[in-house]
């Protein structure tokens, strides 16, 4: 059964959040260290005052009200999603996944533009915002693509395109590979891992840099990503509990992870960061790093599309991504970075459009 969803936060949440802000316990901070050791203390008191004085989350519910929001139970599991049909009754249909620390929020800006050629779904990970939170193991990537897989097909759609950055990197092409009759093609903006085993590239300067990026990274692991695929429970007591400890959770990542040039404001930041507040889901959301660690998702044979930003946590190598994947389309852009679909929307819009439309015409 589907049921239309309506957001409707208790205003004893508001006034309880608001409560909390005031009576924030700060931490020191060493003089004169910038960004070295996180997030700046300045930064942080900067946000939450505006969070506590000035954002104002009935204006921004009430604009998310305007999306048809919806809710089914898929395999246990409360999922909430957007459902968007174009004026187009041959549009293609399709699903557009978030990541970590967003959530189906940061698509926003993509749902006019792509809803000229696409009926556009777009769910809450089970364990974000209003899909969560999770109730047992098992709820890694291949489990939420299983889910996608039944979503779509409750929804009437069976064949349909796929898009996503971070997480819904990895889920949108396991969706892939267990639907693989149904998906069309997958548009992607992150596509991280380490290079193809036992194979001898001859890459050039710039691939040389990004691999080096990647071995990095994959070296020394962020703290972020170690306490959440170890010790979610742990972290989940000091985000669940504090707001501001959320906010700089969170916060952080809006600036280390994009374009110094990109323009996301204090309202959007916090309206996502309230969605992970209001909903209690800052556990829940962190398990996804562990339940999908060490799994292999399934193989993804479908078209590809390969959106770089400049700006991303790692840049993909193309001969990598060649070797494993069947690409269609290879884009560099100028400007972005990991949170791209609020970053740069028109282009990326433009870009989603370009390649689905090449494989309708193909």
Known sequence: MIEPFTIDVPQADLDDLTQRLKHTRWPDELPGVGWDYGIPLARVKELAEYWATGFEWRKHEAR??????????IDGQRIHFVHVRSAREDALPLILTHGWPGSFLEFEQLIEPLSENFHLVIPSIPGFGFSGPTHEKGWGVPRVAEAWAELMNRLGYDRYGAHGGDFGSGISRALAGIAPDNVVGVHLTYLPGPPPAGVTFDLDEEDTRRLDRIKQLIANRPAYQSLQATRPQTISYALTDSPVGQLAWIAEKYTEWTDPESEISPDEILTNISLYWLTGTAGSAARLTKETAGIAPPICKAPIAV?????????????????????????EFDHGGHFSAMEVPEALAADITTFFASLSSS
Do not use: C, G, S
């Not at 930003?309 to 884009?331: C, G, K, N, S």
């Open 307 to 331: 959106a770089v930003m400049p700006h991303d946590i790692t840049l993909a190598v193309r001969a990598h991504v060649e070797y494993l994947f069947d690409v269609h389309q290879w884009t």
């Open 64 to 73: 998310l009200n305007e999306l048809p929001q919806y809710t089914t139970e």
